[in-house]
């Protein structure tokens, strides 16, 4: 199931840590590592970073340090769960509202930055023929151009909710 997070030493038998390292980044390129060392020169730091190796602990370790080192590994952990989780109800949420619903969005101007398929169905545009033109390019000559005018001043001042039909 992988690993929360990896601690390893910079010189080891066999491999070294950034061996280990980059063979792990093949599988999980998000991994977590903290890297003990003796070593502090530049040269091994740079490759470090390059490596984006999270967390250092200096040999000989301080177990104060080590505690403070792994609780800030411990809480980027969860951070980073939490930032899953979200994207995963966010995506489950905007499935959930694009197979429901018609959906448009706009940038501050009115240019359409997205728009999902029932909305592509129902306007009789493809989406490429509407991403980033003005929304007005949906409007159907029925309705009265003052209507359009009030719902934009609603949604660019938030100041209520509208509601209503249009074509």
């Given at each position: 199931n992988g690993f929360d997070i990896v601690i390893t030493d910079m010189i080891m038998p066999g491999m070294d840590g950034f061996e280990l390292i980059e063979k792990i980044?093949?599988?999980?390129?998000?991994?977590?590592?903290?890297?003990?060392?003796?070593?502090?020169?530049?040269?091994n730091l740079i490759k470090a970073i390059e490596f984006r190796v999270n967390f250092f602990i200096s040999k000989p370790i301080k177990p104060q340090k080590f505690y403070e080192v792994l609780d800030d590994a411990i809480n980027l952990v969860h951070k980073e769960n939490r930032n899953k989780l979200s994207r995963l109800l966010f995506a489950q949420y905007k499935d959930t509202i694009d197979k429901n619903s018609i959906v448009s969005k706009t940038d501050s101007r009115g240019i359409i930055t997205y728009v999902n398929d029932k909305f592509c169905e129902i306007s009789g545009?493809?989406?490429?023929?509407?991403?980033?033109?003005?929304?007005?390019?949906?409007r159907d000559p029925n309705n009265d151009k003052s209507l359009f005018e009030h719902i934009w001043y609603t949604i660019k001042t938030q100041e209520t909710s509208w509601s209503g039909e249009i074509r």
């Open positions: 980044r093949k599988i999980n390129k998000n991994q977590i590592f903290v890297m003990v060392t003796g070593m502090e020169d530049k040269e545009f493809r989406r490429d023929e509407l991403i980033g033109k003005p929304h007005s390019i949906v």
